[in-house]
Structure formats: structure tokens, C-alpha cells
């Protein structure tokens, strides 16, 4: 069984920072990339950073100079660095990764259950 969870989320103020943590657990061979999503109220699910298992990063415009994405192979961990936070940063934050459980199974989609992030004064 693979798990995982997020933890970090927190009220800020505006220009504040957070950081954001997930931890993969459980039956794991390998994982490929590793991903930060976020969901407002009112609005579909958009990519906010990712990762992958060679190091690659790519950012959601809106992020780009204010988020970082850092991963940890050993211990199976991403992180999310939110720096220059803004009112429309709030939504829950939900880390993805694609994992592939044994070696005789293909990689699939693992979701945690997300945490929130709200900016506001």
C-alpha cells in the first residue's frame, strides 16, 4: 500500500512564506515524477510545480520566481518552498507522484489528501 502525505498548510499573510512537505510511503520500487498541485474554491485543479527523478523542475507561470520545488530521492520527500505568498495563492495543495509499487508492476498516479494554504490578512 503506498501513501501520501502532505503536511505544512497554514493561514499567512500576504508576502509571508510556507513550506509545504510530502512524504511517499509504503510498497515503493521506484518513482518517476513528483508534483504539487492546487485546487481554489470555485476553480479547477492546476500543476504548480513538478519534479522529476532526474531533477528537472517546470512551474506554473503564476509561481515562477516565488514557489521552489526540492526533492529528496533517499527519503522519497518533496517539498514546496512558497515565498512572496498573494491572496490568490489560497487553495489546497495536493501532492501527486508517479509510482511504481514493485518491479513487476507499471507506474500509476498516487494522490495525498491535501492541505491548506490560505493567504489573507
Known amino acids: 500500500q503506498v501513501q501520501l502525505v502532505e503536511s505544512g498548510g497554514d493561514l499567512v499573510q500576504p508576502g509571508g512564506s510556507l513550506r509545504l512537505s510530502c512524504a511517499a510511503s509504503?510498497?515503493?520500487?521506484?518513482?518517476?515524477?513528483m508534483r504539487w498541485y492546487r485546487q481554489a474554491p470555485g476553480k479547477q485543479r492546476e500543476l504548480v510545480a513538478a519534479?522529476?527523478?532526474?531533477?528537472?523542475?517546470n512551474y506554473a507561470d503564476s509561481v515562477i520566481g516565488r514557489f521552489t520545488i526540492s526533492r529528496d530521492s533517499a527519503k522519497n520527500t518533496i517539498d514546496l518552498q512558497m515565498n512572496s505568498l498573494k491572496p490568490e495563492d489560497t487553495a489546497v495543495y495536493s501532492c501527486?507522484?508517479?509510482?511504481?509499487?514493485?518491479?513487476?508492476?507499471?507506474?500509476?498516479?498516487?494522490w495525498g489528501q491535501g492541505t491548506q494554504v490560505t493567504v489573507s490578512s
Open positions: 501527486n507522484a508517479e509510482i511504481r509499487p514493485t518491479q513487476w508492476r507499471v507506474a500509476k498516479d498516487y
Open positions: 509504503g510498497s515503493i520500487f521506484s518513482i518517476n515524477a
Open positions: 519534479v522529476t527523478n532526474s531533477g528537472s523542475t
